[in-house]
């Protein structure tokens, strides 16, 4: 078992055999972590979040749950999880565009582009950007259905833990957001970190 890392602001992929497990570390515990998985055979099969909430009738999963892809197959469930938090489903992954209305002149980094750019080390391309689930991110919602952007919840060390329910490719993202504080005080992001196991 060994431990890579998901590099400020960068993204990093990596496969994973049928019954693998994925620890995912919120090193510093400020830190969203974007998660894509895509089936090994047939990357335009993808976990998708719409498809997850109506497989799991909830808004974030709990231990237990499996996610599944576009084409309503099981891909990842959660094992274990100590980040105390709920891993946010609804919001889409930044990107240029994103930055480009919060106010930013130019390029910032993203995680649509991290996670082409992780894929591509791979030697895979996809058509599209399948939504992602937002590890560690915070998001609260209310009765009445408003969402806010919070802040980080889980504590430095803390991790998620899923297991491939399919052999898969597996991408991250360290979210490079340095404009609201979903990874902490305004202009803090870090690395984060995975095993396969």
Known sequence: MSRLTI???????ARMAAGQRVRIVNTHGTQVVDAWAFNAQDPT???AMEASRAWFMKLAAAVGDSFVT??????????????????????APCDVDRYG????????????DN?????AELGIKIPATP?????????????????????PASPAGSYAMFRAEMDLVIAFS????DILPINGRTGHTTEAHFSIE
């Not at 209305?101 to 649509?112: A, M, Q, T």
């Open 70 to 91: 576009n084409r309503r197959r099981p891909i990842l469930t959660l094992v274990e999880d100590t980040s105390g938090c709920a891993h946010d489903t609804l919001m």
């Open 115 to 119: 996670l082409h750019a992780a894929l």
């Open 174 to 177: 360290a979210c490079p957001q």
């Open 131 to 151: 939504p992602s689930l937002n590890v560690f991110m915070n998001i609260p919602w209310t009765a009445e259905g408003q969402l806010a952007w919070g802040e």
């Open 45 to 47: 099969e993808w976990m």
């Open 7 to 13: 590099p400020a602001r960068r993204g990093k992929a």
């Open 101 to 112: 209305l919060l106010g930013v002149k130019g390029y910032h980094d993203n995680c649509r």
